[in-house]
């Protein structure tokens, strides 16, 4: 990557980071078996089926709410290992009618994971696999949307003053860095790309709703301020410049843009939601059936969710009603 930014010049941050992601030859989700503890990070379904079982409990009241329809497309962006899918389906099938009516999309551009989603959910005939949300039919009766940690991973742009943010190769330096330099808590953050795929999402609801779960805030955009960019390697925080492409980048979703195209919204922290859904009283009836060690599991996993010292309060809940 240092060498192909030098010899491009100057690149923006966001190409860079699409170029550090998605590039065929060494892009991260190209090459990389990113998630889980052999991966680089962990995500929520990955720390306990807690978290899986109340989206499905939300997958479920939606439906019902809408009037139990025929037919229900879930699409769910960037699916991982395919394991909140599985915990979905798993609650899904004890509801009379739900699992009868559901095709679900997969958009998923990582080859690796691909391959890990078909293997984990090969005994459902009833799943499609695209690569970008542009290519999954729409027109259904009724429309679920699911994203957990996908808005993050997507590339921003950077701003200082009018300028925009770039990565150069410096010679003096023998290494990449930003352009122009400046304070990082001077940099503005924008994400077209995240304005565009909420569209693509909008228009998919009709009727249906949406549910889009990621680190971030709500601050308005005049009082955001900050270079939110962070890499993270073998669950380490390591420098960006030094590891595009071997590395998960990621940034603070701006929940603020997202909920001002979203007439019909609610936000609140994940801890506040897995709570309203009823995640205490589901861990109460598996910790009754589970074994000494299963317990443990069980309830350090549902305080990494819902505490807010933990991912209870970073984590944001931004649901899209239409
Ligand atoms: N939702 C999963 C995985 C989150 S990691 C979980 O909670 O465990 C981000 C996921 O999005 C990965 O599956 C990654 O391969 C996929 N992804 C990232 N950028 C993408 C893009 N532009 N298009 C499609 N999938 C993408």
Partial sequence: MQEYIRTAGTITVEEAQKLALYHPDFGYYVQNNVIGRHGDFITSPE??????????????????????????????????????????LRIGAKQEGFLESLTISCVEICPQLYEQQRKNLSEYPFIFWYKDLQ????????????ANEFFDTL?????????????????????????PPCNPNSVKESCPLAI????????HLSPGAALIIDYGDDTPAESRFGDTLQAVFQHKPVKVLQS?????????????????????????????????LGIEQRLEKLMSIATPEQRFALTTGATRLVAPTEMGQRFKVLEVFQ
Avoid at 49 to 66: D, N, P, S, V, Y
Avoid at 157 to 179: C, D, K, M, T, W
Avoid at 245 to 250: E, G, I, K, P, R
């Fill in 196 to 203: 565009n795929l909420m569209q693509q999402i909008l228009h």
């Fill in 155 to 179: 590339p921003i742009r950077q701003f200082v003053g009018h300028e925009e943010r770039s990565i150069r190769f410096s010679e003096a330096e023998n290494n990449l860095v930003f352009a």
């Fill in 244 to 276: 595009l492409s071997f590395a998960d980048l990621s940034h603070q979703v701006d929940f603020h843009s997202l909920r001002n195209m979203c007439p019909n919204n609610r936000f609140q922290p994940q801890g506040n939601f897995l709570l309203r």
């Fill in 47 to 88: 720390i306990s089926q807690l978290f899986g079982e109340m989206l499905a409990f939300w997958c479920i009241a939606q439906w019902q709410e809408a009037g139990s329809p025929d037919t229900i497309h879930l699409i769910e962006l960037g699916p991982g290992r395919g394991t909140l899918l599985q915990d979905i």
């Fill in 135 to 146: 290519e999954v039919p729409g027109g259904a009766d009724f429309t679920l949307v699911i």
